[in-house]
Nanobody, 118 residues
Framework: QLQLVESGGGWVQPGGSLRLSCAAS????????VGWFRQPPGREREAVIC????????HYADSVRGRFTISRDNAKNTVYLQMNSLEPEDTAVYYC???????????WGQGTQVTVSS
């Protein structure tokens, strides 16, 4: 299993932007799909976005389509989540995960808090 470490969370006003990073302990290029999940306060964890190992496919939750993008820097074994036009409903702990596909994850990070409020 990979070790995953998220960073970049924090507080932002509605309409603002944040970029989260997920650094992996090992080689991810063409091996691992990487996704982002979030758990809002008092709610269950939900899938946000995922990029396949080949980078040919990206899956989005409807709630973030057009606002969030995912990208990979395979040379750094890092995946980024760019979040724009943030809304209070985006407030959550954000987790990155890695696995054999966007439907099968077996490595998880510890999470990073994102708070969107005025």
């Amino acid at each position: 299993q990979l070790q995953l470490v998220e960073s970049g969370g924090g507080w932002v006003q509605p309409g603002g932007s944040l970029r989260l990073s997920c650094a992996a302990s090992g080689f991810i290029s063409n091996v691992y799909a990487v996704g982002w999940f979030r758990q809002p306060p008092g709610r269950e964890r939900e899938a946000v976005i995922c990029i396949s190992s080949s980078e040919r496919n990206t899956h989005y939750a409807d709630s973030v389509r057009g606002r969030f993008t995912i990208s990979r820097d395979n040379a750094k074994n890092t995946v980024y989540l760019q979040m724009n036009s943030l809304e209070p409903e985006d407030t959550a702990v954000y987790y990155c995960a890695a696995g054999q596909s966007c439907f099968n994850f077996d490595s998880w990070g510890q999470g990073t808090q994102v708070t969107v409020s005025s």
